[in-house]
């Protein structure tokens, strides 16, 4: 079987690595919880890329409901349909719509499934899928088949942690928290990205960056992703070093503070320390 | 294999269950293991424990339970290799922590290398993890060498505020601490009475089948079915929950960390604070209230609009001059009285509460709960099902 270690655009932790390749081996789900921006979706991709799978996404919302994962019965066009005297009406297959699980299922080779952000969805959601993901096959009442996984497929789980998961789900999955990277892991994964990029602008930067996630109330402390935009953003406004160092002179904001800073709330925090610290310094 | 620990982690409020201990045997005889600690120590906690608040117990009970495994990796066939023993590592660190006292006597005791050296005979000597006692190495015990332990001139070993980063094992640098905090035990009932909470407001996107609408548009629609939707009841309750950490408070604890762990699954927004007696003009994002973690009282009511609830968890019981009085609090200066901050918070929060976790009949006797009761215009409950009940329904009024 093949082992996750990481991709030429992806930096894994040894934690993670292992908690892929359990849930690979043993062919059970992965839940995946952290800060966002974290990188906890594009996981899904990359072992996807790294395994040599096809990926499937499933994106929850609030509203989405497990059955919707399976299939679902359009009712509605089949009562237009005998209306308007179709023959198609006679076959209720012809109404049944597949979900994404059962694309997953049928696929011919086992696809990676990512179930994005479970907890949007309502409380009960997970329960819903209990059976389905612990078998991997699920009855369709509308035609009287049982659909059977042919290939388990490898299922990720997004969680952003702002409902609770019920324990009878849990105990199904294996659980990894991506931590906030450190600052090694941080310029790993920024060398990754945007190789070769200049040494002195990345350490300015992440000193910064890092200055700025210490900064205490803020509503959205920027992580990963914010970081990279940011730097993207720096390296093609061709930023130079120095500018992110003058601290001193009362500049607290840095620059192109946009893509860091998501809500004015945090801008105005901002605004408001760098005229305090200007008052402090003349 | 490693029932010891499994039930180790049970005992200790990880609440793994049978069928994931077996996945772990699983993992193991599919080689996941690797016959590597760390990696063992990553599966077993991608199996074992399944939310990161658990993580930090997890970890110490780890720790526990395979440290006498540890011991004799750490030593080499010829008693104990040089490198597991920082020595630079616990000279600076000993130099940060001790007075000049302490040092004298250690010199007394033949200086550092003495002391490195003993410590040394002694891990070659020692076989087995140990615990108490006053010679061996081991944890809680008043030998000079362990952790937690009472003799001055005591070494600390495998603590998380290490240098040399390969001799510290990663569950001893207990990384998730601050995710912990919780019990999940005989919650349930405080979860009834917290759903009256719920107060469902008609926002989301289109689920519901709205049969008026439908039958109007179908008509419209010359007979032919158009099936209209309307969106689905949601929650949208969003709490501030300030706490009150610390002093008089301890022996109540237990109870609000029942009540916090009950509140957590219920709401979409929940935001909680601490303090200490009294909210003044800083609060704390951290049960252990370091500087690091205040924020301004004024910051926190821009942030957090009137159409939030407020609910404030304390004992009431302080010295009445810290409400009445500026300077009156016992940790800090300040310059309003405890009286001004809550009544600017009452204010800002129209919809707030008072959980008192002192039975109610003992309300009366005490100064400063009166003065609160007061200001709270009675809205102060007790911490049981019936005083949450009278709490909710004060939230909703």
């Not at chain 2, 990880?14 to 269950?17: E, G, I, R, T, Y």
């Given at each position: 079987m093949a082992r996750f270690e990481g991709t030429k655009s992806f930096v894994a932790t040894d934690d993670l690595k292992v908690a892929v390749n359990a849930a690979v081996t043993l062919q059970r789900p992965l839940l995946i919880k952290g800060e966002p921006g974290t990188g906890k979706t594009v996981l899904a991709q990359e072992v996807a890329t790294a395994l040599g799978k096809n990926l499937i996404s499933w994106h929850v919302k609030s509203t989405t409901k497990a059955q919707q994962g399976l299939y679902e019965y359009d009712a509605v066009s089949r009562l237009r349909d005998s209306q308007l005297g179709d023959a198609r009406v006679h076959d209720i297959g012809n109404y049944i719509i597949r979900g994404k699980l059962w694309d997953a299922f049928e696929a011919d080779e086992a696809p990676v499934l990512l179930i994005d952000e479970i907890d949007k969805a309502d409380i009960e959601f997970p329960n819903d899928l209990l059976l389905e993901l612990d078998r991997m096959e699920f009855f369709v009442y509308e035609t009287r088949q049982t659909i059977k996984a042919r290939n388990r497929p490898i299922i990720i789980i997004t969680s952003n942690n702002e409902k609770e998961l019920p324990d009878a789900f849990l105990r199904r999955c294996f659980f990894h928290y991506i931590r906030f990277p450190e600052r090694e892991t941080m310029e790993q994964i920024v060398e990754v990205h945007y190789p070769g990029i200049k040494s002195l602008l990345l350490r300015e930067a992440l000193n910064a960056f890092f200055d700025l996630r210490e900064v205490p109330g803020l509503k959205k402390r920027p992580s990963t992703s914010e970081l990279l935009d940011w730097l993207k953003l720096l390296m093609a406004e061709d930023i130079a070093p120095e500018l992110l160092r003058e601290r001193n002179t009362g500049k607290l904001i840095p620059p192109l503070h946009g893509a860091l800073l998501k809500n004015e709330q945090d801008v105005h925090l901002f605004e408001r320390l760098a005229f305090l610290h200007r008052r402090g310094q003349s | 294999m490693f029932i010891g620990f499994f039930l180790a982690l049970r005992a200790a409020g990880?609440?793994?269950?049978l069928r994931e201990y077996l996945t772990l045997q699983e993992a193991m005889q599919a080689g996941l293991g690797d016959y590597d600690i760390d990696t063992f120590y990553f599966l077993a906690r991608a199996t074992l424990v399944k939310d990161e608040r658990f993580i930090d117990k997890f970890d110490r009970v780890f720790g526990e339970s395979f440290k006498g495994v540890l011991q004799p990796r750490a030593a080499g066939p010829d008693g104990i290799e040089v490198q597991e023993l920082p020595e630079e590592w616990l000279r600076l660190m000993a130099e940060k922590t001790l007075t000049a006292e302490e040092k004298a006597e250690i010199e007394a005791m033949g200086g550092f290398e003495k002391l490195m050296e003993t410590l040394r005979q002694r891990l070659a000597e020692q076989k087995e993890r140990h615990q108490g006692g006053n010679k061996w190495i081991g944890t809680a015990g008043t030998s000079p060498f362990g952790a937690n332990g009472y003799n001055p001139e005591g070494v600390r070993i495998g603590q998380s505020t290490s240098r040399n980063k390969s001799a510290v094992k990663i569950w001893d640098?207990?990384?998730?601490?601050?995710l912990a905090g919780d019990v999940?035990?005989?919650t349930r009932n405080m979860q009834v009475a917290l759903r009256r909470l719920r107060r469902f407001a008609r926002e989301g996107a289109a689920d519901l089948l709205d049969l008026p609408g439908t039958i109007g548009s179908t008509a419209r629609n010359a007979g032919y079915l158009d099936l209209k939707m309307m969106p689905e009841r949601h929650n949208a309750v969003k709490i501030l929950l300030l706490l009150d950490i610390g002093g008089s408070m301890d022996e109540h604890v237990m109870l609000c960390e029942q009540l916090f762990t009950a509140a957590k699954g219920e709401f979409k927004h929940l935001v909680h604070l601490y303090f200490h007696n009294c909210p003044y003009e800083t609060l704390y994002q951290d049960a252990r209230m370091r500087p690091g973690d205040a924020v301004a009282t004024t910051d926190v009511l821009n942030k957090y609009d009137h159409g939030w609830k407020l609910i404030c968890i304390g004992d009431a019981a302080m010295s009445p001059y810290e409400l009445?009085?500026?300077?009156?609090?016992v940790s800090h200066w300040n310059q309003e009285p405890g009286q001004a901050w809550l009544t600017r918070l009452l204010q800002h929060y129209p919809k707030s509460v008072w959980i008192n976790p002192v039975p109610s009949v003992h309300w009366e006797y005490s100064q400063s709960t009166r003065i609160i009761r007061k200001l709270f215009e009675d809205r102060m409950f007790g911490l049981t099902l019936e005083g949450l009940d009278g709490a909710m329904r004060g939230l909703m009024r």
């Open positions: - | 990880v609440k793994a269950s640098k207990r990384e998730f601490k601050n999940a035990i005989g009445l009085q500026p300077g009156g609090s």
